[in-house]
């Protein structure tokens, strides 16, 4: 207990180390003080600091990179030593990426010199979306400025600038500087082609458009500029080509040396006086002797820069890494049993008692869905077989006619439409809930989504020792299509942990059919898990009046057309693109008359009416909207054959509903059809591929014989699914989950 106690205080307090390192750095992100236009700015200080028109001088670096040890520790207390330099020219390179957290990084490091500094771009600071950065603090990409008898001009090497407007742009700087004793010339990469054994990382360090070379160094030289600087690779080099002196310098501590002759870090002094300009070297010395312990130190210094930079962030990391590791570490040392207790004391045959019963839903009536009529029919079975249920569900701007006062309707928090779904969204905030939750005595909960009003139901029975009942409804990776964001995260990834997560809190899942549960079982589901499937309410197929069913016959097929079905919500995930391509398909290839009825709603409706329209079905395609779950039974005994293309089921429910009116059914085989649909029995699953689809379908419909056997079968298969047989089933799963919740309260006294 000592040591899981030691733990928890080590998880607090990785916590609030956590807290703070994080509101620290948005602190200093949203408060410390923002830097803008730099270049512009110090152009203007060094302006003003050089007040001797025939003398001034400056240090020129390349690939600062962030580096610390280098060029924080050792460049910047030289320069700021030596009082001959004026200013400081850096060629590009100066972050080790365009992240922002490296631009504040330079601008600290910057700050330490005493003198002005300017900043090139160059390909480290348009990596990562960096461009925009750069441009907003330090400025354009390609500039000039003039300091007394010189001329300073600043290319992009970068590609971000129009190479064409960039030499159009250079030519008229140069006749603008035509008279300016000195021009300099400042750029990332050389104008000139590197050889692969000269320079460790050549490609990268020149340009690549031997056009553009050529013409800069034409230029340059028509020009007469007097020094060219480029950051090259970390090797220091000079050359002249056409009376134009080039010096690669970028040695100022970002990069790792690569062991040749001119490998070393450094940055350059340029003095200018009236009567000439001089160049020199500074070197930065590595006091290892040796070819391997330098390359160690080198690589030492590569990764300190990095840690050294990124601090907190790694602390960060650090924190986080310790967080999971103490958290699973305090859930590995409890304990957990998943399975049953066999030498329980309590009995194991049936208690008798009735039961009164939570049920928690996200939906319910009057919206028409599967997972309302699914609960709906429970209640009904359950309140048969003599036990108490009451539907914890929202509140409706609809008002339903006589309202069940079984039915508790929560306040909503908002009620959200969209062209796809409408969203009531209960408040399961509200104290009232658990105010009427402790009104009835509950003997069990059963919620019927993971998550919202099911999470709501899952900790009032944790905290009142009540087991709770999941049904697994819905393939959530199915509805993926409905998120603005994420979706590839939510439908591979998140759906199936939420589902996973929620299941490990119950005490059973019902799953309505075996491929549902092996579903469960493949996400990693350990609890107890059943197969009951929503029953059928056959009180809506007897004693239906025979004269409506007379009246949908002659509507829909007055010449004795054979005529098709099927019930769905109009929604993408539904696949009824792909049945309407099926009937396109069938009318082609087929004299038979027949008609299709779609029953139900949704967003797709206008998309569907258009695509009937496009492809003629308008004479053999009827909408019919929304139909009450006590009417659709009528139009599925007038139907022949029920027709199915949803691969988003967790059981079909029309499905069977349809057996029930004795249709047989033609569906594509996928989760909740396989276990219903026995082929050549009483029905068809076939592959996701139109011509195997609507070849099923035109089979039953050119033998008669055959249709009406499967439909008599479809029918005898039904009633194997009566409420009154699921709901005893169910009841069953609710016994067995409070014997053992009462099991478990006892051990744990």
Request: some cysteine.
């Amino acid at each position: 207990m000592r040591k899981k106690a030691s733990l928890k205080i080590m998880l607090y307090l990785d916590i609030a180390i956590l807290l703070i390192l994080i509101f620290y750095k948005s602190y200093l992100f949203i408060y410390e003080s923002n830097f803008q236009s730099n270049n512009i700015n110090n152009i203007k200080a060094i302006e003003k600091r050089i007040d001797n028109e025939n003398k001034f001088s400056f240090a020129v670096l390349g690939n600062i990179e962030n580096s610390i040890d280098i060029f924080d520790k050792k460049i910047i207390n030289e320069i700021n030593n030596d009082k001959d330099i004026d200013f400081v020219v850096s060629t590009g390179n100066a972050v080790l990426d365009g992240a922002e957290d490296k631009y504040r990084i330079l601008n600290e490091s910057l700050n330490r010199l005493n003198i002005p500094s300017i900043v090139g771009i160059g390909d480290n600071e348009i990596s990562d979306g960096g461009d925009e950065r750069f441009y907003k603090h330090y400025g354009p990409f390609y500039f000039s400025f003039i300091l007394n008898n010189a001329y300073f001009i600043f290319l992009d090497t970068t590609g971000k600038t129009s190479v064409s407007w960039q030499q159009e742009w250079l030519k008229k700087e140069l006749k603008n500087a035509k008279n300016y004793k000195y021009k300099f010339v400042f750029m990332n990469k050389a104008p000139f082609e590197i050889k692969e054994d000269a320079f460790f990382d050549s490609k990268e360090s020149y340009i690549t458009d031997k056009s553009y070379r050529n013409f800069l160094i034409d230029t340059f030289s028509r020009y007469n500029v007097t020094g060219v600087f480029a950051t090259g690779s970390e090797i220091y080099d000079s050359r002249k080509i056409k009376g134009v002196n080039y010096y690669l310098s970028g040695g100022a501590g970002g990069r790792l040396l690569v062991h040749r002759k001119n490998s070393y870090y450094h940055y350059m002094k340029v003095e200018v006086k009236s009567n000439g300009v001089s160049y020199s070297i500074v070197k930065q010395e590595t006091p290892a002797q040796y070819v391997l312990i330098r390359r160690l130190e080198n690589i030492w210094i590569y990764i300190h820069s990095l840690f050294y930079i990124n601090l907190i962030n790694f602390i960060i990391i650090i924190g986080i890494l310790m967080f999971f590791g103490i958290a699973v570490h305090i859930r590995a040392e409890k304990e957990v049993d998943y399975y049953e207790d066999f030498n329980s004391s309590i009995k194991d045959e049936l208690t008798k008692d009735k039961l009164n019963i939570a049920m928690f839903t996200n939906n319910y009536l009057p919206f028409i869905g599967g997972v309302p009529i699914s609960i709906e029919r429970l209640v009904k079975g359950l309140k048969n077989r003599g036990h108490n249920v009451y539907v914890f569900a929202p509140e409706y701007p609809e008002k339903t006619i006589n309202e069940e006062k079984n039915v508790i309707r929560c306040k909503l928090l908002m009620y959200y439409k969209t062209k796809q779904f409408k969203f009531a969204i209960a408040n399961i905030f509200s104290q009232n809930i658990e105010k009427e939750f402790l009104n009835y005595n509950f003997d069990i909960v059963h919620v019927h989504h993971p998550f919202w009003m099911g999470s709501k139901g899952l900790r009032l029975g944790k905290k009142y020792k009540l087991p709770v009942i999941l049904t697994y409804h819905t393939r959530l990776e199915k509805y993926s299509h409905f998120l603005p964001f994420f979706k590839l995260i939510f439908k591979n990834i998140l759906s199936h942990n939420i589902i996973q997560r929620f299941s490990q809190k119950c005490n059973a899942i019902i799953a309505p059919t075996n491929t549902a549960k092996k579903y469960l079982e493949n996400v990693g589901v350990s609890r107890y898990k059943v197969t009951i499937p929503t029953g059928i309410d056959f009180d809506y197929y007897d004693n239906i009046d025979k004269k409506k069913l007379i009246a949908i016959n002659e509507k829909y097929k007055p010449n004795g057309e054979i005529l098709l079905c099927t019930v769905s919500r109009l929604s993408k995930e539904k696949n009824i693109y792909f049945l309407l391509e099926g009937i396109k398909y069938i009318r082609k290839h087929t004299d038979i008359p027949f008609k299709c009825i779609i029953i139900g709603d949704g967003p797709e409706k206008d998309n569907i009416l258009k695509v009937i329209e496009d492809t003629n079905l308008k004479h053999i395609v009827s909408l019919l909207g929304s139909i009450t779950p006590e009417e659709i039974p009528k139009y599925y005994i007038v139907s022949n054959i029920f027709i199915f293309s949803s691969l988003s089921e967790t059981q079909g429910m029309v499905i069977l509903e349809a057996m029930a009116g004795g249709c047989p059914v033609v569906a594509i085989r996928s989760s909740g059809i396989d276990d219903i649909i026995q082929n050549e029995y009483n029905g068809f699953k076939t592959k996701e591929e139109i011509d195997d689809w609507a070849d099923k379908t035109m089979y039953l419909m050119k033998n008669p014989d055959l249709l009406k056997k499967m439909g008599h079968n479809a029918y005898e298969f039904s009633k194997r699914f009566s409420l009154d047989k699921m709901a005893e089933r169910v009841e069953k799963v609710y016994y067995k989950s409070i014997k053992h919740i009462k099991t478990y309260n006892e051990i744990s006294r």
